[in-house]
């Protein structure tokens, strides 16, 4: 990686994303050359490369997460809405996989939604379910609420089931996230023992992240795509866990 590739690589990661034209711009070359550079960054996982633009691979900005793998996470959030009954009481987790399951929920009737999570909650401002947004700390990138006041409510609050994005699964460390606030308000929720729901596409196996979530109890449930490894699946199954693949 040269050093006008690892300075593209630098304004993608703190933009989120960033235009074709504006790294030109910025990097004052061709835009055919930054087409192949994107294309050389992408080929080796530094970023995704879209049409007219770059994506960072890891952002905590929803909106900028919410385009990657877009139509497997849309895939994902649609069993995850078969699951849910008219009259629920549910949790739903950040997260952009998340965002699509929040997005279909005008689909069901009579719903309460809990969230600490104030882009889910936006989503269903114009719906007819009552909302219910869980106070903390806000993580101003994520949109999330965290800390012991938002661990202090879910403990005070009941729902049917709750549905978690994560960061990363590996059978040496079980559930991973890669935010260490986040992952207390999650471990939170999975101590209550209800029905728990882990929407991931299958990028997110075989990936440890540094903060293990609570590993008992653990998710009842894991929905991801059908490129995820036989070996993994097979894990879970005998860990208890039911695999839905999409």
């Given at each position: 990686?040269?050093?006008?590739?690892?300075?593209?690589?630098?304004?993608?990661?703190?933009?989120?994303?960033?235009?074709?034209?504006?790294?030109?711009?910025?990097?004052?070359?061709?835009?055919?050359?930054?087409?192949n550079d994107l294309s050389m960054l992408d080929r080796k996982k530094y970023l995704v490369r879209l049409h007219g633009s770059a994506l960072a691979l890891e952002s905590s900005n929803i909106g900028v997460r919410i385009q990657q793998r877009f139509d497997i996470k849309k895939s994902i959030a649609e069993y995850a809405l078969s699951l849910i009954k008219n009259g629920e009481t549910i949790y739903i987790d950040g997260g952009s996989t998340n965002a699509f399951l929040a997005e279909r929920l005008e689909d069901k009737e009579n719903l309460t939604v809990i969230t600490s999570n104030q882009h889910i909650a936006g989503l269903l401002r114009y719906t007819s379910h009552s909302v219910i947004m869980?106070?903390?700390?806000?993580?101003?990138?994520?949109e999330s609420l965290v800390g012991p006041l938002t661990r202090a409510d879910i403990q005070q609050v009941h729902f049917h089931k709750a549905f978690l994005g994560i960061d990363g699964w590996h059978p040496t460390t079980g559930f991973t996230s890669n935010d260490m606030m986040r992952c207390d308000v999650n471990s939170t929720i999975l101590a209550k023992n209800i029905e728990t729901v882990a929407l991931a596409d299958s990028s997110k196996f075989g990936v440890i992240h540094p903060y293990p979530l609570l590993s008992a109890p653990t998710f009842s449930r894991v929905i991801t795509d059908n490129e995820l490894l036989p070996k993994y699946r097979q894990f879970l199954n005998e860990?208890?866990?039911?695999?839905?693949l999409v």
């Open positions: 990686m040269n050093s006008r590739q690892k300075y593209i690589l630098k304004l993608v990661n703190e933009r989120g994303r960033i235009s074709v034209n504006e790294l030109a711009q910025f990097t004052e070359v061709s835009l055919v050359t930054i087409r869980l106070g903390g700390l806000l993580q101003r990138e994520s860990n208890n866990i039911q695999v839905n």
